[in-house]
């Protein structure tokens, strides 16, 4: 049963981590500046953080025994 939550929490989580990472990194805008091409994201970084600490969360327990 701990296997298959954890499981199951992992697989969402690594979900979220593409699907906010993508959304984050698209969020991005970038401009020249003294001849170097400088980037600055405008996304939130939140979701991404929420999501990798669920897929974490998700391995610890599918791993406990």
């Known amino acids: 049963m701990k ?3 954890g499981s199951i929490l992992a697989g969402g ?3 979220g981590l593409l699907y906010f990472g ?3 990194f698209q969020n991005s805008e970038s401009f ?3 001849g170097a ?3 600055v994201s405008t996304g ?6 929420i999501s990798g600490v ?3 969360v998700g391995l610890v327990v599918a791993r406990s025994k």
């Open 54 to 56: 669920v897929m974490l």
């Open 22 to 24: 993508y959304q984050y």
């Open 13 to 15: 989580g690594l979900l």
């Open 3 to 5: 296997r298959t939550i």
């Open 44 to 49: 939130d970084i939140t979701p991404v953080i």
């Open 32 to 34: 020249e500046a003294f």
């Open 37 to 39: 091409d400088v980037a």
